[in-house]
């Protein structure tokens, strides 16, 4: 599938996936979010590049008054100039290497959009993880779109309604794979990635967005 690539820059744009897409891939029970396993062929080669490539860091976060360490390794690339705050910390994209100037083009190809940013988490083993939260900060627009592509170790990513009515989906994250969530995936629903007991591999995430520039 090859379209017309479309900015994100334009607010008005609301996003919707091919409707093929939409039959075959959603996650039941959520809504605006489906999973395209074997979105990258061979997912590899791609894991142990980024790994090696990538300048991965240890960040920390401010909570309750305390400096407390995030448990994963991360780092924010995209576009000159921008930057997405998150956890009270701005974080400033660094120029695209061209292994993810591929990936990006390869979402553009599929998803007709242009993504201006990107944000690299490595989870080292099981004890790393991504507590409860949306993406839903203000630099994302009313309605984000987030491309996350999984490399590595298969995890299970968990998802929740934020309207009380217990609703919840899972998705186990195999390596080459594509969750795209759009709409009101980040409004009506929240998202974590467990830790997981046992003997884990490493694993990369990568979620493509597209953050607007706020005075």
Same mark, same amino acid.
């Given at each position: 599938?090859t ?7 334009d607010?008005?744009l609301?996003?919707? +996936? ?6 075959r ?6 809504d605006?979010?489906?999973y395209? +396993? %074997? ?7 791609w ?7 990538l300048?991965?860091?240890e960040e920390s ?9 995030? +448990?994963r390794?991360?780092?924010? $690339?995209?576009?000159? !100039?921008?930057?997405?705050? $998150?956890?009270s ?12 100037c ?9 998803l007709?959009?242009?993504?201006n940013?990107v944000?690299?988490?490595? $989870?080292?083993?099981?004890? %790393?993880?991504? !507590?409860w939260?949306a993406? %839903? ?6 309605? +984000?779109?987030?491309a ?15 309207d ?29 990635l ?22």
């Amino acid at each position: 599938m090859t379209t017309t690539v479309r900015s994100l820059a334009d607010r008005s744009l609301r996003f919707e +996936p091919p409707a093929e897409w939409r039959r075959r891939y959603a996650v039941a029970e959520c809504d605006d979010a489906l999973y395209v +396993p %074997d979105f990258i062929a061979e997912p590899a080669p791609w894991t142990d590049q980024l790994f090696e490539q990538l300048d991965w860091k240890e960040e920390s976060i401010v909570l309750f008054g305390r400096s407390i360490r995030v +448990p994963r390794l991360s780092v924010c $690339y995209g576009d000159d !100039g921008v930057e997405y705050r $998150y956890s009270s910390v701005t974080h400033r994209a660094k120029g695209w290497p061209p292994s993810l100037c591929d990936l990006r083009e390869r979402l553009d190809r599929r998803l007709g959009l242009r993504f201006n940013f990107v944000l690299a988490n490595l $989870y080292r083993d099981g004890n %790393d993880s991504m !507590g409860w939260h949306a993406d %839903d900060e203000r630099e994302l627009g009313a309605h +984000p779109v987030i491309a996350s592509i999984s490399l590595g170790a298969p995890r299970v990513f968990r998802l929740r309604a934020r309207d009380g009515s217990g609703r919840r989906a899972a998705v186990r994250l195999e390596s080459g794979s594509l969750l795209l969530m759009w709409g009101r995936s980040q409004r009506a629903w929240q998202h974590a990635l467990p830790k997981v007991r046992g003997n884990v591999g490493r694993r990369i995430n990568l979620t493509f967005r597209y953050v607007h520039p706020w005075a």
